[in-house]
Every structure is written in C-alpha cells, then in structure tokens.
C-alpha cells in the first residue's frame, strides 16, 4: 500500500512515538510505501526528530501548526493536497487535532480511497472552557464526515467522543497504542545503575511520575499527600520526570514544606532512559485530570512496577483495581496517600501487581500487534 501519516508535531509525546512506530512498521513489516508528513514545531517536551527511522519518508511542512491561523492553515492545506496528488496514497492516516481536521479535510476532497483518523487524547474534556470545548466538538463533527474509520487507543476515547455525540459508535475500533515492550520487560537490570545515578538509597521506596509539569498533569495532589506520606514511611521519595512551566513552583512548594530533600526532579529525559528510570522506582503514580490512554501505565507494568492512578479516560484498562494497581477519584488525596502507604509497606503486593500486569499487557501493547491490527483495518476497508 501506499500510506499518508498526518501529524502536527513530533514531540516527545504518546501519539507521536505510536505514529512512529506504526510508520516503521508498516514499512517494515508489510513493505508498504510510507509517507510521514509532519510540522516544524516542536516544544518544551523535547523532539522525536532523532527517532525518524530510514524505512519511510518524512516530510515538513512548516505552515502545519498546532494553534488556529487562518494563514498557515490555508497554505498547510494547499501544500497537503499537492503532495497527496504527487505521491497518490490508498490511505491518509491523521493524528492529533490540527492535523486530523486539515488533512481529513484535504484527503477527502481529492476522493483518496481510505482516510483513517486516530484518537489519542480527545480535544475536549470536562475542565475546560464550555466555549472552548463546543468548538472543538463542532470541529470534531466536521472532520467524523470526512473520514472512513476512526481508531481510539482506548475503548474511554469511543465513549467520551460517542457521548459528545461526535459520531455512532460503529465508526470506531478501539487499538492500543504500541511500544517496544522488551526495552521494559528487560529493564530490571538497569534498577542498581540508575538509582545510583539519581542518588538513591537501598532502602528508599520511590515513588514515580512521568509527565510534563503542566496544568491538570496532577502533580500538585501528589505533592499534597507527600507531607502524611512521609509520616508514615519515611523512606519514601518521590521522583518527578519531565518539564514544564510549572516546574519552578513545584521546587518552591516542597522547600516550603520542608521535604526538599525527598524529592527528585530529572528535567526533560530522552525517552531511550524511562525503561531505565521506571526500573528505579518502586511505585509508579498517575495522577493526571486529562489523558487519553497514558503509555506509562502500560510501560510501568510491562516493567513489573505496580501503578496507583485517578480513574480518568483510559486508565480502567489497564489499572485493574486490587489486580495491577490502584483505582482512585480523580483529585483525591486521602485515597492517594492510602495507596501509596499499602503500596509502600508491602514489598510482596508491589511484586505480585508488577507480575500480573507484566502477564497481561506485553501482547495487547508489542507494537507489532498495533500495526498488524491497523493494516487489517485498512485492508477490510478498502476491500468495500
């Protein structure tokens, strides 16, 4: 097949490594003819650039851009239909916003025999401005028409885009997201180096988070637990993973609280070292408002590493509650800080959560499997 991926940025995010993944792949595993259109921008969550793969094509268009401008938007779109007419794809796959309305737009008008949409994190969702979110639910409708298939990388995507009434239910197929899962089911024996790198004790119990520093990604509620926590198990320390915005205010709030000491912040970390950073951690949190279907709850228990997470958007699928982790309220404290403290004293459930998640997920998020599961859908629709 000739294939068309469509995304905005290649930053280091969920979608962008699983657009990567499916690109290779589909060059790789099925020969395909591979095209990866992308924009220029990239962001304080580093870049994916240096993770291209020489098996596709890569295209940058610098008018794709993430926010609204009328100006590049138009120049985007007639840049992506003279490509599309040039290199004639089956198949346009889109991913994310920007990307999925311009270029479902522009692949449907020139009649390309299958246009697919993916959805990893919906655009709206419940915090936000009802302005804001009712235009991005029209926008949503707009781009449904305009497309033959929707792919949902969480069965809570489906629901929260069919609520919405963005479209019936029939129009999507729920894939999971796919990852290299040997770099994490192998990961164990980067445990002893990267603590010593982090300065970590033999006794600590880390607690984990990956994500940026940035609104509604949760950190605070962890931080606000963290004092009674601390009271309970001492040995606990607390690592944060990533960047952002907010990071200066998270250094400032656990100085004032006088528990500095007990938190570790690693700044931006290319994502080849989170196999070896999870494996340094005991326990691993998720404590984010929003999220379609975080890659770290998967990549926590393919690392054997139990999870503790608020029940938002995907997350029922793979923090089965009692079984590979813990299930909370979204912004609850309370119920954050027992978790962790039943977590943190009993080494024997932390191992049987980390081994039942490692049984169940490393087949359902091989990247192989995504793709092969992709290409079947495109084959089944184009064979109508």
């Known amino acids: 097949m000739r294939v068309v991926h469509i995304i905005t940025r290649l930053i280091v995010g969920g979608a962008q490594e699983n657009t990567l993944l499916n690109c290779a792949d589909l060059a790789g595993d099925f020969g395909d003819d591979v095209l990866l259109i992308i924009g220029a921008e990239t962001g304080p969550e580093g870049s994916l650039f240096s993770e291209i793969r020489d098996k596709f094509s890569v295209l940058v268009l610098p008018d794709l851009v993430r926010s609204i401008s009328p100006y590049h938007d138009i120049r985007a779109c007639f840049n992506l239909r003279r490509v599309l007419l040039e290199f004639k794809p089956d198949v346009v796959h889109t991913h994310s916003a920007k990307a999925g309305i311009l270029g479902r737009l522009v692949a449907w008008n020139l009649k390309v025999p299958l246009v697919v949409h993916t959805v990893h994190g ?16 029209f ?10 298939a929707m792919i949902s990388v969480a069965d809570a995507m489906t629901d929260l885009m069919t609520n919405a009434n963005i479209a019936k239910k029939d129009k999507f197929t729920t894939i999971y997201s796919g990852m290299e899962v040997d770099r994490f089911l192998n990961s164990e024996q980067l445990r002893t180096p990267t603590r010593k790198q982090f ?5 600590d119990i880390v607690v984990g988070k990956i994500a940026r520093l940035f609104h509604l990604k949760g950190h605070e509620y962890l931080i606000s637990a963290a004092e009674s926590i601390l009271q309970e198990v001492p040995l606990v320390k607390f690592m944060f993973v990533g960047d952002g915005v907010l990071m200066e205010r998270f250094r400032g709030e656990v100085e004032l609280c006088g528990i500095a000491d007990r938190f570790i912040f690693t700044g931006l970390l290319p994502p080849e070292q989170i196999p070896a950073t999870i494996s340094a951690m ?3 949190v998720h404590t984010s408002l929003r999220e379609g279907l975080a890659r770290v709850l998967p990549q926590a228990l393919l690392a054997g590493k139990p999870v503790v997470s608020y029940d938002i958007d995907g997350a029922r699928e793979v923090v089965i509650d009692g079984v590979t982790g813990y299930l909370l309220p979204p912004k609850s404290i309370k119920q954050l800080k027992n978790a962790i403290v039943k977590l943190a004293t009993s080494p024997d ?26 290409r079947k859908l495109y084959e ?5």
């Open 282 to 284: 005991d326990i691993v």
């Open 349 to 374: 459930l932390r191992i049987k959560f980390g081994q039942t998640g490692k049984e169940l997920f490393a087949n359902k998020f091989n990247h192989h499997n995504m793709t092969s599961q992709i």
């Open 139 to 148: 926008c949503e409708r707009f781009g449904v028409k305009r497309c033959h």
């Open 122 to 137: 919906a655009p709206f969702y419940p915090y936000q401005n009802i302005f804001v979110r009712k235009f991005y639910q």
């Open 199 to 203: 300065d970590i004790g033999e006794d």
């Open 380 to 384: 089944s629709f184009l064979k109508k």
